[in-house]
């Protein structure tokens, strides 16, 4: 018989899927307090500022707050200082040098920072083995979302600068973070700068569009977030950008899902079952499977925004150990070049 033939009749095995998502089952008691307390605490402060976001909030103490919530013991933090805004090194105890992470962290682009985060940051830094360098990037209604992308690039060339290699680079952030990060790792593709080796997200905001999230099932779910605070932040950033003009017109916003995809690292995103990001996350996985994107979907199930934060909640530990799996799955092999 022809080998040919033969090989041809052969049962030819299937195209590896370039994207997975994961149910990861487990809503502990502890997960279910928080999302009560969640729902009558910060859920409707979040709808009182979505009737008017225009108002002079004062976000910066919430930023404040955060200082009640130190790092792991342990943990090393350093300031450094970017071209535009601040960031720190945060170094949990015992951690290697053979890679590291760049972190945005969320808040809807206008509150939160360093010291809101430093306990998530010191967790990560312990989960992933590697130091983590915050970026305190600059935030609305004085900044558009434009200066945080630019701030975020900057504290890539300060890693590559301090000896990092780009397959040593993890780029992460949480809600607000999660969009930075994918704008950032664009905006590395289109300066020609070296691509990281990639990008892992918390809950992300992937899409300033709201329709999507306000249809979704979620919408009446979300225990953080109420349907209306999507539209209003949304025209708050336009608020923000319609002061930016080049030539006499307002440069478009691009959001992440709308973008061209192609070149970005394996992608990991996380996020919980019944909040409203769910459906960012899960138009951004189909986004970027269709540009040949390795990324994989996690759904944690009746977990809240962002539920990583939360120490005393079981899944958030899982989380953590799912993220660190992720980063050594797609780290370059250990050669100590950079420094923190």
Not at 179 to 189: G, H, I, K, N, P
Request: hydrophobic letters at 45%; one cysteine or more.
């Amino acid at each position: 018989m022809n080998p040919v033939l033969t090989a041809l009749k052969r049962p030819q095995p299937a195209p590896r899927s370039v994207s997975t998502r994961l149910d990861m089952a487990g809503s502990s008691l502890q997960s279910r307090a928080l999302a009560t307390y969640l729902q009558f605490t910060v859920r409707p402060f979040l709808s009182v500022w979505a009737k008017a976001p225009n108002l002079p909030w004062p976000m910066s103490v919430v930023d404040y707050a955060g200082m009640l919530m130190p790092p792991l013991k342990g943990t090393d933090t350093r300031s450094v200082m970017l071209a535009e805004c601040e960031a720190e090194w945060i170094r949990a105890e015992g951690v290697g040098n053979e890679r590291v992470v760049l972190y945005l962290h969320g808040g809807a682009f206008v509150c939160c920072g360093l010291n809101t985060h430093r306990r998530l940051t010191s967790r990560v830094s312990q989960s992933v083995d590697a130091p983590v360098l915050s970026v305190d990037y600059r935030m609305m209604p004085r900044n558009p979302i434009s200066h945080a992308v630019e701030d975020g690039v900057d504290g890539y060339r300060f890693l590559l600068d301090s000896g990092y290699r780009p397959d040593q680079i993890f780029i992460a952030g949480d809600s607000a973070g999660g969009y930075l990060s994918f704008m950032v790792a664009l905006t590395l593709r289109d300066l020609g700068l070296p691509t990281p080796a990639g990008i892992f997200t918390m809950s992300p905001l992937t899409d300033m569009d709201p329709t999507g999230k306000i249809e979704h099932a979620n919408a009446s779910k979300c225990a953080v977030f109420p349907s209306g605070a999507v539209p209003a932040l949304t025209v708050l950033a336009d608020r923000v950008e319609a002061r930016i003009v080049v030539d006499g017109h307002r440069g478009p916003r691009v959001s992440p899902v709308d973008a061209d995809l192609t070149g970005l690292p394996p992608v990991l995103i996380q996020a919980g079952s019944t909040e409203i990001v769910l459906a960012d996350a899960e138009l951004m996985i189909e986004r970027l499977e269709a540009a040949g994107v390795h990324c994989e979907l996690q759904v944690w199930e009746d977990q809240v925004h962002v539920f990583q934060a939360a120490d005393f909640v079981p899944e958030s530990h899982r989380a953590l150990r799912e993220i660190g799996a992720f980063v050594r799955s797609h780290s370059a092999l250990p050669n100590v070049t950079g420094t923190a």
